[in-house]
């Protein structure tokens, strides 16, 4: 367990936050890389193995930031990274992916995932009755729906299966193991010291929580991500890029979200309803006609994805902190 840093300076923060980020994205490497070369295996479908098993993988920084910073009574991160790297993923990710390569749509799978992303953006809502609190129960609710939501994906899993390819030779069995044991520990270490660093440095200049959650400890936990998914579109791969987007966003509100439930309760703030939650409405509707057109994602809609994300991103900055000055947990 990383020891509370909220006594050092602004300047070793920073540098805490940095090394946290780089051993978060190597941890996140490991585990990817191990995960795809296991699925190869199996000749699983590019999209199949991005909305599930990479998904899975490049959502462990989420899950590790947000249930230690719930653990550690900083429900604002929690909350605020998993909405936050959702807007990441639909705005900055699938952004930056157009824009490094056009991506050509043809997965059958792909307008169910993205209705199941708008309509699990709408969870935060279920707080209402419960004076603004998800409880517990909602995390086995949300988990439940993330069971279903794998079984309905059974389907896809053989669609387009990758080809073969003779001239890459095949990942050891041991070197597969290794990084799925290795990749999480560090993920989880590199998120801790992320979250720490990253408190300090928003406390020092007056940033609620939830937006250091919804931002700077958002995109660094959406690096896992953007860097799988530019790197899948540049060697051709672009299914397994959106399928990792559209899983990953599934995942850190049913899978994720509703882990962290079981630990607690997370009150959910004004800020949450008034900006974040519209805002991820927004990106997610937005993504619609662009992913199901049936055509490619050009890199001007890349463009207009990642524009929306910067208004957002700085919205958050500029305007939220004199609206919203207290958030949970500050």
Wanted: hydrophobic share 55%.
């Amino acid at each position: 367990m990383i020891p509370d840093l909220g006594q050092i300076s602004s300047g070793v923060a920073v540098l805490v936050m940095l090394g946290g980020a780089g051993v978060l994205v190597l941890g996140a490497h490991l585990l990817v890389t191990a995960a795809v070369a296991l699925a190869r295996r199996a000749r699983l479908s590019p999209f199949f193995i991005g909305a599930t098993i990479v998904a899975v993988g490049t959502s462990v920084p989420e899950l590790a930031a947000s249930l230690y910073a719930n653990l550690t009574d900083r429900e604002g991160i929690a909350l605020g990274n998993v909405l936050g790297s959702n807007v990441a993923n639909l705005g900055l990710v699938l952004g930056a992916v157009a824009l490094a390569r056009p991506i050509p749509l043809k997965g059958r799978s792909m307008g169910r995932d993205l209705l199941v992303v708008v309509l699990v953006g709408l969870v935060p809502l279920l707080a209402l009755p419960f004076d603004n609190q998800l409880t517990p129960w909602h995390g086995v609710v949300l988990l439940l729906l993330l069971a279903g939501y794998f079984y309905w994906t059974r389907q896809a899993r053989h669609d387009s299966p990758p080809e073969a390819r003779p001239d890459q030779p095949a990942t050891r069995t041991w070197l597969i193991g290794l990084g799925l044991v290795l990749g999480p520990v560090m993920l989880v270490a590199g998120s801790q010291l992320f979250v720490e660093g990253a408190v300090v440095v928003g406390r020092g200049i007056g940033v609620p929580e939830t937006v250091i959650g919804l931002t700077v400890v958002a995109f660094t936990t959406s690096l896992p991500e953007l860097v799988t998914s530019i790197y899948a579109a540049l060697k051709g791969q672009q299914e397994l890029g959106v399928g990792n987007i559209l899983g990953s966003c599934i995942m850190n509100v049913l899978g994720i979200l509703g882990l962290v439930l079981l630990f607690g309760s997370i009150p959910v703030d004004p800020q949450i309803y008034a900006v974040d939650l519209p805002a991820l409405l927004i990106v997610s509707v937005a993504a619609v006609p662009i992913l199901v057109s049936g055509g490619r994602v050009i890199r001007m809609e890349g463009l207009l994805l990642l524009l929306m994300y910067l208004a957002y991103v700085t919205l958050l900055f500029v305007l939220v902190p004199g609206w919203f000055p207290e958030g949970p947990g500050s």
